[in-house]
């Protein structure tokens, strides 16, 4: 990776919100005590309580609800009271509405508000309080549960902006204080110790450490800087004491424009949204036509009440939520926390999954694959030299070591002399032996050469970075072997990618800011149809954005913070739950809590099982209101019958979808060969 990054937000690629473009999970919260003005994503945005007089008003309004029908039916002669509590019902649902529908109209539209505003008004007119009531009160439970999709905007950023630490250790004027770390300026001088997260982006002046990035690159292993080398916000010094010279702080520095991709990608409005407000945009007025045209000419007020119960659109409306709610259920007894529901409608037609690649198809964790003694040497002897020297480090690879060895029971010596060679390896002097390991710039600074030699050829072809990382052991200048750490590739990892092509996946992708040699053979290994390495947060975005400009409808699974962006700009995104990062889990639609892939394929088949339930729940409700409708106009539908039919297409679509509750799925098995050699061939890059 580059050691001069551009993270300007000119270099995002990230466009504006535009019509037609492609679209995200993650809803603009449209309620009044938002933090900033949004748009409303939906035709009944206006309708919306705020969040704290919800909490009140939903659970008494579900208690006034089942009293007063209880009351209705069991205790004939104390209807009375059912009056009372419907007509509080319809006061506590119903306002909000009604000043919605007045909103709307005096903002020259005619959405869903006015439609239900008319039944509810109408029913009271009449006396069915109980009616009024019980309609006013789906429309407000159809937008709590559309409200689900929405509370993710702002926790995303919120987890964000808590990377970075809350004080910064500088030096001004000869003296060492600590400051708030929004009081950084470009040009101040931090000092950083090992462990210390990184407040701002910058420049190395003094020292040489090792960084962990992986929450921005996705890199696997930390980063080697020295004096010149730039470090980034939010990622942490690992092993060095150094001072830095603030270059970018804020919303300039790396971490503040990936909270400004997050932003900007929560800005897109979802196609299913904009389908939703022309489709009321243009019923809602054919109705109170509809209405207007048979009280003209029958002078019935009975039959338009009739006409806007059965017409004010609730079985549809409920359609899509109660479908939601039941793989909502389903999803959480399989192990996955779905966080927002329009996601599963987008589903329907995705053809291409994207994976990270660290912590997502791979375990995150180095694991030793192999060892190479010298002819005249045995593994354990190598590896005993090396854990050994490797026990003062701190170093994930040298963690992996001495992990290995004491699994091995092997008897280890504690070192002298114990020095870190950053960027390198370590240096220790055990019985009196100078031993040395580290990378092949170790190698060749203990053997005083610029080049190794012909005759270790053969150490150096295994310096070409694959799947595997080689550390060479050296014992008073003599190379004694090579260890080889590679970061594990997830047993199921190929198995769920064969699952996912049997489910219609005709691309498989693999984005990370890994070393691209490393990113060729975890792709080859799973079946990969493109592979891309060394990526930037807002490069992944671009990617992302010009698969879905060319129609590809996208799932994205992740787990680092650099994946955030891109889990929010994908039409489903689904984060790893267990060793995930905050951030991630806040900017997806999906957690994989048991940090399983193979439930990946289980989600895909849910959803799209989800979305034909909601296909079909809109053709039973669209039929039975236009039947409705029409017997309403003709006079044959009282209004205590138009409202039975009304609650009768609810019913229906909730039985419907109680299926989903019942969804069976054969999960991939735990491990799978290698991908065939028939495996698809990649397809062009985009």
């Known amino acids: 990776m580059s050691n001069s990054q551009d993270y300007s937000p000119t270099n995002s690629h990230t466009p504006g919100p535009a019509a037609g473009s492609p679209h995200v999970h993650t809803l603009a919260c449209g309620c009044p005590d938002a933090q900033q003005d949004q748009t409303h994503l939906y035709a009944h945005g206006h309708l919306h309580l705020t969040s704290r007089t919800k909490a009140v008003v939903m659970p008494l309004s579900l208690a006034l609800l089942i009293a007063g029908w209880i009351i209705y039916w069991l205790f004939p002669s104390q209807r009375f009271m059912a009056d009372i509590y419907a007509l509080i019902l319809a006061a506590l649902c119903g306002l909000p509405i009604i000043i919605g529908a007045l909103k709307e109209l005096a903002a020259g539209r005619a959405g869903l508000s006015l439609l239900v505003a008319l039944a509810v008004i109408g029913a009271v007119s009449i006396g069915d309080y109980l009616e009024a009531g019980t309609v006013a009160f789906i429309l407000q439970l159809a937008i709590l549960v559309e409200e689900l999709a929405e509370r993710g905007a702002t926790s995303a950023v919120t987890a964000l902006a808590r990377l970075a630490p809350p004080t910064a250790l500088v030096r001004r004027e000869g003296t060492e204080q600590t400051i708030p770390a929004e009081q950084l300026r470009p040009a101040d001088r931090m000092i950083l110790r090992p462990g210390d997260r990184i407040p701002a982006d910058g420049q190395l002046l003094v020292g040489s450490t090792s960084i962990d990035q992986s929450m921005i690159s996705g890199e696997a292993l930390p980063v080697d800087r020295t004096v010149g080398d730039e470090v980034l916000a ?63 000419f029958t002078q019935d007020p009975t039959r338009t009440i009739s006409m806007f119960l059965v017409g004010c659109a609730c079985p549809i409306l409920l359609s899509s939520p109660i479908a939601i709610c039941m ?330 979808s109680f299926r989903l509750a019942n969804f069976k799925w054969q999960f991939a098995t735990r491990r799978l060969p290698a991908a065939s050699a028939s495996a698809p061939p990649p397809l062009p890059t985009i």
Request: proline fraction near 4%; hydrophobic fraction near 50%; charged fraction near 20%.
């Open 234 to 296: 939010g990622t942490i010094n690992l092993t060095g004491a150094v001072e830095v010279d603030v270059t970018r702080v804020g919303d300039d520095s790396a971490l503040g424009n990936i909270i400004q991709l997050v932003r900007r990608a929560q800005t897109y409005q979802p196609e299913i949204i904009r389908l939703a407000d022309r489709f009321f945009a243009y019923y809602t007025p054919v109705m109170v036509v509809l209405a207007v045209v048979v009280y003209w």
């Open 327 to 656: 793989a909502l259920f389903r999803a959480g007894q399989a192990g996955v926390l779905v966080k927002a529901g329009p996601f599963i409608e987008a589903s329907a037609n995705v053809r291409t999954v994207v994976f990270d690649k660290t912590g997502t198809l791979t375990t995150g964790k180095f694991h030793l694959q192999a060892v190479l003694p010298r002819p005249d040497q045995d593994q354990d002897t190598v590896l005993t030299w090396a854990a050994s020297a490797e026990q003062r480090s701190n170093h994930p690879l040298a963690q992996t070591i001495v992990n290995e060895a004491l699994d091995r029971q092997l008897t280890l010596t504690e070192p002298e002399n114990f020095e870190v060679l950053e960027g390198m390896g370590v240096r220790a002097t055990i019985d009196g032996k100078r031993v040395a390991i580290g990378s092949r710039r170790v190698l060749l600074d203990e053997l005083h050469l610029e080049e190794l030699p012909d005759e270790l050829a053969e150490w150096q072809g295994l310096e070409s970075p694959t799947e595997s990382i080689p550390v060479f052991v050296m014992v008073d200048g003599q190379v004694l072997g090579t260890l080889l750490l590679a970061d594990q590739i997830r047993p199921e990892a190929s198995a769920v990618c064969a699952q996912l092509r049997a489910q219609g996946i005709r691309r498989i992708c693999l984005l990370t800011g890994d070393r691209k040699a490393a990113v060729q053979h975890v792709a080859q290994a799973i079946g990969a149809n493109d592979a891309q390495g060394e990526l930037l947060p807002a490069e992944k975005v671009e990617y992302l954005r010009n698969l879905q400009q060319a129609g590809h409808t996208v799932a994205m699974l992740g787990d680092g913070i650099n994946d955030a962006p891109s889990l929010t700009v994908a039409d489903i995104g689904v984060a790893m739950g267990i060793h995930g990062t905050d951030v991630a889990t806040e900017a997806s639609d999906a957690v994989l809590l048991q940090d399983d892939l193979k439930r990946l394929p289980f989600l895909i088949a849910l959803s799209k099982a989800t979305h034909r339930a909601i296909v079909q729940n809109l053709l039973m409700a669209v039929l039975i209101n236009t039947v409705a409708i029409f017997f309403a106009a003709a006079g044959y539908l009282p209004p205590w019958a138009a409202a039975i039919i009304h609650n009768l297409g609810g019913v229906l679509v909730f039985l419907n």
